[in-house]
């Protein structure tokens, strides 16, 4: 045992783009530490987390996660996160039209530039914030369809769909022959 992915545990790096602001830090502290701290300070540059989940066939997958800024000085920087991923979690909110278009962006540039198979999801976060729902679930879901995405909407303040959100990226990667 190396370390390495093999057919009952898989290894796989995980980025997290889209607009500063959208919740991809306090999604990835829900997932990983249970954990929502509305102060949570705003990441610098990019960071690095692992959490490892069983799926139902014993199958283990270890997830390092990039979490990026999404500020703009630090764009350029983002194709440093993306080489090598496995997957790719483009995040926008919903109550935010700007960040759904900013999502744009970074899918278009993904396919354009990111592993050939990557794992493409679609996550409109701060879903608990239906009052000031902007981008309705129909557009999210429609666009994530034209791409070949998965799509789900997430909060990581009450928790809803986080760890779903994970499982599904699970089941949707390409298993290596043993
Ligand atoms: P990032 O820049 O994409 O990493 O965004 P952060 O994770 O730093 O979150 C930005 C702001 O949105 C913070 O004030 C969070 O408390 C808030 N936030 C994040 N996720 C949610 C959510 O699901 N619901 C609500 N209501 N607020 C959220
Ligand atoms: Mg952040």
Same mark, same amino acid.
């Given at each position: 045992?190396?370390?390495?992915?093999? /057919?009952?545990?898989?290894? #796989?790096?995980?980025?997290?783009?889209? %607009? +500063?602001?959208?919740?991809?830090?306090?999604? &990835?502290?829900?997932?990983?530490?249970?954990?929502?701290?509305?102060?949570?300070?705003?990441?610098?540059?990019?960071?690095?987390?692992?959490?490892?989940?069983?799926?139902?066939?014993?199958?283990?997958?270890?997830?390092?996660?990039?979490?990026?800024?999404?500020?703009?000085?630090?764009?350029?920087?983002?194709?440093?996160?993306?080489?090598?991923? /496995?997957?790719?979690?483009? #995040?926008?909110?919903?109550?935010?039209? %700007? +960040?759904?278009?900013?999502?744009?962006?970074? &899918?278009?540039?993904?396919?354009?530039?990111?592993?050939?198979?990557?794992?493409?999801?679609?996550?409109?976060?701060?879903?608990?914030?239906?009052?000031?729902?902007?981008?309705?679930?129909?557009?999210?879901?429609?666009?994530?369809?034209?791409?070949?995405?998965?799509?789900?909407?997430?909060?990581?303040?009450?928790?809803?769909?986080?760890?779903?959100?994970?499982?599904?990226?699970?089941?949707?990667?390409?298993?290596?022959?043993?």
């Amino acid at each position: 045992e190396n370390g390495d992915s093999d /057919a009952k545990n898989l290894r #796989v790096k995980l980025v997290l783009l889209g %607009d +500063s602001g959208v919740g991809k830090s306090c999604i &990835v502290l829900r997932f990983v530490r249970g954990q929502f701290d509305p102060t949570s300070k705003v990441t610098v540059g990019a960071s690095f987390l692992s959490q490892t989940i069983a799926l139902q066939d014993s199958t283990t997958v270890k997830f390092e996660i990039w979490d990026t800024a999404g500020q703009e000085r630090y764009a350029a920087l983002a194709p440093l996160y993306y080489r090598g991923a /496995a997957v790719g979690v483009i #995040v926008y909110d919903i109550t935010n039209p %700007d +960040s759904f278009h900013k999502a744009q962006y970074w &899918v278009k540039e993904l396919q354009k530039h990111g592993s050939p198979d990557i794992v493409l999801a679609l996550v409109g976060n701060k879903a608990d914030l239906q009052e000031k729902r902007e981008v309705s679930v129909q557009d999210g879901m429609d666009y994530a369809e034209k791409n070949g995405m998965f799509f789900i909407e997430t909060s990581a303040k009450t928790a809803d769909n986080i760890n779903q959100l994970f499982e599904e990226i699970a089941k949707r990667l390409p298993r290596p022959t043993p």
